[in-house]
Nanobody, 120 residues
Framework: QVRLVESGGGSVQAGGSLRLSCTAS?????MGWFRQAPGKERERVAS????????YVDSVKGRFTVSRDNDNRNIVYLQMNSLKPEDSAMYYC????????????????WGQGAQVTVSS
């Protein structure tokens, strides 16, 4: 069992920045950030396999960056710049189990969520 704890959410004006942190109780190769706004489906915002293979949903490309801490690989960040009101949502850190045959499996470990609110 892997425990994930997010921190760093908050309120910011449009154009501002926030950094979310996710501390895992154990190292997981496959990490992702998801968000869900009221009345909308959850979407994967960013994902990372090991330290270099990253993917982003089109709406955040060029504005969000997922990374691991240089000193503690159990910590994953989501740097969010040029925030827009439509980025407002509950953000969740998630982890998936990796295997040699299929790569990253389904995300089956989830944090409690961090609220991000962007005002116009």
């Amino acid at each position: 069992q892997v425990r994930l704890v997010e921190s760093g959410g908050g309120s910011v004006q449009a154009g501002g920045s926030l950094r979310l942190s996710c501390t895992a109780s154990a190292y997981k190769i496959c990490m992702g950030w998801f968000r869900q706004a009221p009345g909308k489906e959850r979407e994967r915002v960013a994902s990372m396999v090991r330290n270099t293979n990253t993917e982003y949903v089109d709406s955040v490309k060029g504005r969000f960056t997922v990374s691991r801490d240089n000193d503690n690989r159990n910590i994953v960040y989501l740097q969010m710049n040029s925030l827009k009101p439509e980025d407002s949502a509950m953000y969740y850190c998630a982890a998936a189990t990796w295997n040699f045959d299929n790569g990253c499996g389904p995300y089956n470990y989830w944090g409690q969520g961090a609220q991000v609110t962007v005002s116009s």
